[in-house]
């Protein structure tokens, strides 16, 4: 088992930054790719970015390109999601997860075995 647990969220204007953690604890997080989504009200849970636990190689939903960046800790089995440029569209709650398949399939939420509970991020405008 892994348990992932979401911190950083809040409310902020548009244009403002935030950054999002997500800390693991259980089995070895190295070998993990992890990712984060976002659920909005009345929305289906989107991919938002990923990274994978060889090379650590990242990918980003195409909304989110140049505003946001995913990075890793091995060290302090922690991912983070650093976000900026923020914009009322990217009002969600936001999990992080992990899972140990392929990084072919990161975008799909079936992928990943484990989840936290979520962190709100609200932008206003």
């Known amino acids: 088992q892994v348990q992932l647990v979401e911190s950083g969220g809040g409310l902020v204007q548009a244009g403002g930054s935030l950054r999002l953690s997500c800390a693991a604890s259980?089995?070895?997080?190295?070998?993990?790719?992890m990712a984060w989504f976002r659920q909005a009200p009345g929305k289906e849970r989107e991919f938002v970015a990923a990274i994978g636990w060889i090379s650590s190689s990242t990918d980003y939903v195409d909304s989110v390109k140049g505003r946001f960046t995913i990075s890793r800790d091995n060290a302090k089995n922690t991912v983070y999601l650093q976000m900026i440029n923020l914009k009322p569209e990217d009002t969600a709650v936001y999990y992080c997860?992990?899972?140990?398949?392929?990084?072919?399939?990161?975008?799909?939420?079936?992928?990943?075995?484990?989840w936290g509970q979520g962190t709100q991020v609200t932008v206003s405008s």
């Open positions: 259980g089995r070895t997080f190295s070998n993990f790719n």
């Open positions: 997860a992990a899972g140990a398949t392929g990084f072919s399939a990161r975008s799909k939420s079936s992928t990943y075995d484990f």
